[in-house]
């Protein structure tokens, strides 16, 4: 069955400090994998997309990692901002013949000053 | 200069009644889609349009009927409310099929709440 698992489901940092989200997923055949930011009472804002070959991006302090023999990925956030606060999902797509898009919990990620 | 806009952004009703949400994108894609969000935050997809086109349709009741006029318009028509069709729905576009760099861009979200 075509899962994401994200890990933790919470995070509280201090601001400036840097963080590690964790995503684990079951989909086959593999397309792609997304990273999506969502402020409360938002909707998800795309953060970085990785294709099989990629092994790592960045989008300012944001660096997606992925590896797709273990099937994981990892978002890296260094020194956390205020505005970082939000749910981090994780998103991968299967190259079904409607791409299907399979989505995680996310991470709810809170920075305090 | 809103990119893709739902109305309205909440939307308190009682239970049996009918409700519409509705989306425009100005973005020039050609798909559409309308994903909802329960209370346990995991974003499923209800619905995808490629212009004016049904290419997907989940397991939703058929209480749920989406309409496309145009390809910057996709609207969801709801009948027959339910307390369980309380959450916040989501209307986002892609150009063409969500694949390879493609990426949604997602309105803010319509909070339905069903007494």
């Known amino acids: 069955k075509n899962q994401v698992e994200q890990s933790p489901q919470s995070l509280i940092i201090l601001e400036g400090k840097n963080c590690t989200l964790q995503c684990n997923y079951t989909v086959s055949p593999f397309s792609n994998l997304r990273w999506y930011k969502q402020d409360t009472g938002r909707g998800p804002v795309s953060l970085t997309i990785?294709?099989?070959s990629e092994n790592t991006k960045s989008n300012g302090r944001y660096t997606a990692t992925l590896d797709a023999d273990t099937k994981q990925s990892s978002l890296h956030i260094t020194a956390s901002q205020l505005s970082d606060s939000a749910s981090y999902i994780c998103v991968v797509s299967a190259s079904n013949s409607n791409y299907q898009l399979i989505w995680g919990a996310g991470t709810k990620l809170i920075i305090k000053p | 200069d809103t990119a893709v806009s739902q109305t309205p952004k909440y939307l308190v009703t009682q239970m049996g009644n009918d409700k519409s949400i509705k989306c425009e994108q100005n973005l020039g894609h050609d798909t559409m889609y309308w994903y909802k969000q329960d209370s346990k935050k995991f974003l499923k997809i209800m619905f995808s349009y490629n212009n004016k086109e049904l290419i997907i349709n989940e397991t939703v009741p058929n209480r749920f009927s989406p309409k496309s006029p145009d390809k910057a318009h996709l609207n969801l028509h709801i009948n027959s409310l339910e307390l369980g069709d309380s959450a916040v729905y989501f209307c986002?576009?892609?150009?063409?099929?969500?694949?390879?760099?493609?990426?949604?861009?997602f309105g803010a979200g319509s909070r339905l709440t069903v007494l």
């Open positions: 986002a576009s892609s150009q063409l099929l969500v694949t390879g760099a493609n990426v949604l861009t």
């Open positions: 990785m294709t099989f």
